[in-house]
């Protein structure tokens, strides 16, 4: 019984360690060309994105060394959620067109912003290719 239960236990770890295993370079990374934390903004925004070290395939082409962005807004992605495909919401804008610039509305006041790679099927890389995240002032 106790070996049956040890061997459920290290298959389900396994399992769920697999989510999320779409390997990146290690020198890979991502950030924002055009904006810096603490940046006074008007709505839209223009928001260009860059990356360094990959390249940039749509969503749900399955190549090696490439993801498509994700803006992460007044929001964090990181723990178990770092295995997981990212959400659609307002708070997770997805470019799966292979999209590396996009115009923003926001509304006035503070945002926190961060970019995200994932790969072709929205989960983020292993290990994750994310930006600083950086927070912009809306007039």
């Keep these: ?18 989510a999320g295993e779409t390997p990146a370079p290690a020198n890979a990374k991502v950030y924002f ?11 839209p925004v ?18 090696a060394d490439t993801g498509h962005h994700h803006l992460i807004i007044d929001d964090k992605i990181e723990g178990d959620a770092l295995n997981e495909a990212i959400p659609v919401d307002e708070h997770h804008l997805h470019f799966g067109k292979g999209q590396t610039e996009a115009s ?30 950086i927070t912009v002032n809306v007039e």
């Design 1 to 18: 019984m106790r070996l049956s239960l040890l061997t459920i236990a290290l298959f389900s770890t396994i399992a769920v360690a697999q």
């Design 33 to 43: 060309i055009n904006l810096k934390d603490g940046d006074t903004v008007t709505s």
């Design 46 to 63: 223009t928001i260009r994105f860059g990356l360094s070290g990959m390249g940039i395939a749509p969503a749900g082409t399955q190549v």
């Design 104 to 133: 923003v509305t926001l509304p006035k006041g503070s945002h926190t912003l961060q970019l995200v790679l994932a790969d072709w099927s929205h989960i983020p890389h292993k290990p994750p290719v994310m930006s600083e995240r």
